[in-house]
C-alpha cells in the first residue's frame, strides 16, 4: 500500500495534488486549527505529517505519532511550535520551508511600516463610516519614512530582505544579531551593525526578524520601550511572544513610543484588546507569507521534504539530518 500522509489543514491544491500523486494523503477537513485531542488522534499511525505552525509538536505528539512516522514536514521558515530535540531523541525528521517566503515577508514588513506610519487602516475606516467632511491640515498625521533610520533585529534572510527594500528610501539602517553578519552589510551598503539598546535609541522603525526561542521571548519589554524614541514604531513580523505585548500597551499609552505594526501576536488569535483603541496601532492575522505563489510554493517545498523522506532520502529543508542514519 501507499505510505499515509497525514495533513494537519488544507494547503493550497498544487502541494495536496503534488502529495497525492505519490501518498495516501488525508486532511483535516475541518477549515480549523486541530484540537490537541484531534491532533494526538489522528497523527497515529502516519509515515509522514504536514504541520502547521499552529500545531504543538511535542514529545507527547511525537510518541503518539510512533515508530512508523519518518517526518514532520512543517509548512512555516519558523520550528518554534516544534520540539526538534525530541523529535531526534524519537528518530523522526523535522523540515520546514526557508527561503520561499523572504520577500513576501519583507514585503508585508513594508506594508505595516507605511500603513502604520501613515496611519491607512485608520484613515480608511475614517472614509467608510462617512466621517470625512472635508480636507483638515490636521487630520490623520503621521511619521515621514523617506530618511529615517530602520533598525533590523536579527539579519537572517528576512531581516535582510526587509532591510534592503529600504534603499529606495534613503533610510540609514542599523541592524543588531548575535553577531557582525557580512552577508547583510553586503546586501546593504552602508549598513551599520550596534548593540541593541544603540539600534533602540537610534532607530525610527524597529523591525524584529528573529526566530521565537526561549533567548528571545519578551526582547522586547519595559525596558526596551523606554529606550526607545518617542517616535518611535516597531514592526513585528516574526514571532508574538517575542513582543512583551502588555508592556506595549502600556508603553503606548504613556507615549514611549508612537505606534506598532503587528502581523504575530503574543497569544494568537488573541491579542491585549486595549491594542485595538489605538490609531496609531495595526494588527494583522498573522499573514506575512499570505501571497497565493509562496503559500504555494511553501506547500510544494513541504510536499518534497515528505517525499525525500518517505524514499529514505534527506530532505531538502532538514532540520535535524542526524537522523536519517538512526533510521537506516
Ligand atoms: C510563518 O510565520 C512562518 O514561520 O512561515
Ligand atoms: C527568519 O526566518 C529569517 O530567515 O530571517
Not at 25 to 38: A, F, H, S
Not at 80 to 103: K, R
Request: glycine share 6%.
Amino acid at each position: 500500500p501507499k505510505p499515509n500522509v497525514y495533513v494537519t489543514r488544507m494547503l493550497p491544491k498544487p502541494a495536496i495534488d503534488l502529495l497525492k500523486e505519490h501518498f495516501h494523503v488525508e486532511i483535516n477537513p475541518k477549515n480549523r486549527v486541530l484540537t490537541r485531542d484531534e491532533l494526538l488522534k489522528n497523527v497515529q499511525g502516519r509515515d509522514a505529517v504536514v504541520s502547521l505552525l499552529t500545531d504543538i509538536i511535542d514529545e507527547e505528539v511525537l510518541t503518539a505519532a510512533g515508530q512508523k512516522c519518518k517526518i514532520f514536514a512543517n509548512y512555516a521558515v519558523g520550528y518554534n511550535n516544534i520540539d526538534v530535540a525530541a523529535a531526534t531523541e524519537s528518530g523522526i525528521l523535522v523540515s520546514n520551508t526557508p527561503g520561499v517566503l523572504t520577500d513576501t515577508t519583507a514585503d508585508l514588513a513594508w506594508a505595516l511600516l507605511f500603513a502604520t506610519a501613515r496611519q491607512v487602516v485608520a484613515a480608511d475606516k475614517f472614509m467608510r463610516l462617512g466621517q470625512y467632511l472635508g480636507w483638515d491640515p490636521l487630520l490623520f498625521l503621521g511619521q515621514d519614512i523617506t530618511g529615517k533610520t530602520l533598525g533590523i533585529l536579527g539579519s537572517g534572510r528576512i531581516g535582510t530582505a526587509t532591510a534592503k527594500k529600504s534603499i529606495g528610501f534613503d533610510m540609514k539602517v542599523l541592524y543588531h544579531d548575535i553577531k557582525p553578519n557580512p552577508d547583510f552589510e553586503m546586501a546593504v551598503p552602508g549598513s551599520q551593525f550596534v548593540n541593541k539598546e544603540t539600534l533602540l535609541k537610534q532607530s525610527d522603525f524597529v523591525s524584529i526578524h528573529v526566530p521565537l526561542l526561549e533567548a528571545t521571548k519578551h526582547l522586547i519589554s519595559d525596558r526596551e520601550f523606554k529606550l526607545m524614541k518617542k517616535t518611535a514604531i516597531l514592526i513585528n513580523t516574526a514571532r508574538g511572544p517575542i513582543v512583551d505585548e502588555k508592556a506595549l500597551v502600556r508603553a503606548l499609552k504613556d507615549g514611549e513610543i508612537w505606534g506598532a505594526g503587528l502581523d504575530v501576536t503574543e497569544y494568537e488569535p488573541d491579542f491585549e484588546s486595549e491594542l485595538a483603541e489605538f490609531d496609531n496601532v495595526v494588527i494583522l492575522p498573522h499573514i506575512a507569507s499570505a501571497s497565493i505563489e509562496t503559500r504555494t510554493m511553501m506547500g510544494l517545498m513541504a510536499a518534497r521534504n515528505v517525499i525525500a523522506a518517505l524514499n529514505d532520502e534527506l530532505p531538502p529543508n532538514c532540520l535535524n539530518p542526524g537522523v536519517l542514519n538512526h533510521q537506516r
